[in-house]
């Protein structure tokens, strides 16, 4: 029988006590930071905070927040508070100019993290016995290994399949009798497809759960996804500035929003203007403060996903705060197939490209269940030749170095000159034409 | 010894070659020659027209992306073996043609053909050398 919980006692801690953990983990981790991380420190110093002055979780609300160009402005290493020899891993997900983010991990983070997925999954109702096909992309991204991790930390059989080659993923879960199913959402939606291309009745196979994660979707989603591989669908949480995939979790029984993992992640929900913390329940902007991480904490951090924090008891009997599905961004991030992309990551292919700042437009289209991105770029008198050889080379060079930056294959579309539209003198940057 | 011609980036689009084409008569533009490249996306429309500058400006002010290049402009007799015997000359050079196309003049008497090569000069010489009549700009525009 399944087991319901990883850490029952942590996970289904009345409230009161769940809080004197956080304060006493904050605590420690505000004096640790403010004493090894000097950008942490200065930030505090004009803020007027001294660690000393963290006396109850609203003090929390005193501390300045971090952001992702903190990251970038430290980049690769500054915010770390461990020596690099004690850095056992590290991951990167994409900057929004170019340079990637990094996160560091010590051993026993990498222990924390293992443990949290490892609660995630039982969470979904994995156990020991399943065969886990993870196919989160295995790399600097932090989903794959970290599924991985947790999976194997809870005793099942990982089958790292990471991304790609649909028919292959098919056969492995056929032959190898998958169970649990990790990946996104729309690649799921992508294998449903193929198996029905390919005969396969998803009734025949073993599969029973699917974790589903890295890019928004809905509910009718999840209907569909539920239906078609004919599995249980759950949500999973996670940013690598934070740790990656095991920051919140759906449960199996209620499958109505996302407990966070309280006891490692203090959650928050502000006003993303003004930056006032939200009473329970609105919606806002997520803010994360890490409490036990060692070698990259983060205070405050601002994930710029739009969610809800709603702590009426769950049925599952976990007190940990439910965080609504993300239902958007306060900033132009885009997720195409499980890749966050900034617009001005394309603008930094083209700058770079032509030495001038081009007009250009993404057009971003769902296409069966995967997401196909456009790049339009306005031909200049610059950039534009007499020659098609040249034109076409240029379109594929843009396509070849966005592909390179960003890991996402877009096709390039050439225009004619103010065909981009444009409100109020600023062009519109952005089409979202899917319907998720 | 060059000819002017002037090129127009085109999206696959009704309509497009209507409005260039409309624009060039309203403003008293005559065209003497022109193609239009292809592939699915866009197009390239080459002019040769008797007011370069001008067709310049005014299809600039409508929007669209214009360029100008030199080309070479041959011309041969109308009769058989005419192309023919000017590729053969320009594949001898080992000349590389980026593009081509041609035209018939009123008399009907030769055919002009519109050449970009990669290397205009060493195509200068070794046509003239050939014994080809090049036609500038000018001639052109008086056919």
């Known amino acids: ?436 | 010894m060059r000819v002017e011609q002037i090129a127009v980036f085109l999206e696959n689009k009704s309509g497009r070659l209507a409005e260039i084409t409309a624009i060039l008569a309203d403003n008293g533009i005559n065209i003497r020659a022109l193609s239009v490249a292809d592939t699915a996306d866009f197009g390239i429309l080459r002019l040769i027209v008797d007011k370069v500058e001008l067709a310049k400006t005014v299809l600039k002010e409508n929007g669209f992306t214009v360029g100008k290049t030199n080309v070479l402009a041959v011309e041969v007799p109308d009769r058989t073996g005419g192309l023919a015997t000017v590729l053969k000359s320009i594949e001898e050079a080992g000349l590389n043609v980026e593009y081509m196309y041609a035209f018939v003049n009123k008399t009907g008497e030769n055919a002009v053909l519109i050449f970009r090569f990669e290397e205009m000069d060493k195509a200068i010489a070794s046509l003239q050398q050939g014994g080809f009549t090049l036609l500038s700009g000018e001639q052109i525009c008086a056919l």
């Not at chain 1, 801690?13 to 983990?25: A, D, H, K, T, W």
């Not at chain 1, 065969?131 to 089958?159: D, K, P, S």
């Not at chain 1, 031909?379 to 960003?406: G, M, P």
């Open chain 1, 1 to 436: 029988m399944t087991t319901l919980f990883w850490e029952e006692e942590i996970e289904t801690l009345p409230r009161v006590g769940l809080e004197s953990i956080q304060l006493r983990r904050l605590k420690h981790l505000v004096t640790r930071v403010y004493a090894t991380v000097e950008p942490y420190r200065r930030k505090m110093d004009a803020a007027g905070i001294k660690p000393g002055d963290i006396q109850t979780l609203a003090d929390l609300q005193k501390l300045p927040f971090t952001y992702k160009d903190d990251l970038r402005d430290n980049y690769p290493f500054g915010l770390f508070t461990v020596p690099l020899d004690d850095v056992v891993r590290v991951h990167a997900s994409s900057g929004t100019t170019g340079k990637p983010t990094v996160v560091g991990y010590t051993k026993k983070d990498i222990e924390t993290w293992a443990g949290l997925m490892a609660r995630a999954l039982t969470c979904a109702g994995a156990h020991r016995g399943d065969m886990v096909h993870n196919a989160y992309g295995y790399g600097l991204f932090t989903g794959g290994l970290g599924a991985h991790y947790g999976a194997e930390c809870l005793g099942a059989t990982v089958i790292p399949v990471s991304g790609g080659n649909t028919k292959r993923q098919i056969t492995i879960m056929q032959d190898f009798g998958s169970t649990v199913l990790l990946s996104t959402p729309s690649y799921a939606l992508n294998l449903a497809e193929a198996m029905d291309a390919m005969g396969v009745d998803p009734a025949s196979l073993s599969l029973r759960v699917g974790i589903f994660g890295a890019e928004p979707w809905s509910e009718n989603m999840r209907e569909e996804v539920e239906k078609k591989l004919n599995i249980k669908a759950v949500d999973i949480y996670g940013l690598s500035e934070v740790i990656g995939p095991g920051v919140a979790m759906e449960c199996l029984q209620t499958r109505g929003g996302m407990h966070v993992f309280e006891d490692h992640f203090l959650p928050e929900i502000i006003d993303p203007d003004t930056g006032e913390v939200l009473p329970p329940g609105e919606k806002g902007e997520l803010v994360f403060t890490t409490l036990t991480k060692e070698a990259f904490p983060v205070i405050r951090y601002r994930t710029k996903d739009i969610s809800r924090l709603f702590y009426e008891p769950c049925p599952c009997g976990r007190t940990l705060v439910r965080m609504e599905k993300v239902t958007g961004r306060t900033d132009d991030m885009l997720i195409i197939r499980g890749v966050n992309v900034f617009p001005s990551q394309i603008e930094h292919v083209l700058v770079g490209i032509e030495g001038v700042e081009p007009h250009y437009q993404i057009v971003v289209e769902r296409e069966g269940n995967l997401d196909t991105m456009q790049v339009r770029v306005e031909v200049s008198e610059e950039i534009f030749s007499d020659e098609i050889r040249v034109l076409e080379n240029l379109a594929k060079r843009i396509k070849i170095e966005i592909k390179d930056l960003l890991g996402v294959t877009c096709s390039v579309k050439l225009v004619e000159p103010k065909t981009i539209q444009r409100s109020e003198g600023k062009a519109q940057r952005v089409i979202d034409n899917r319907k998720i």
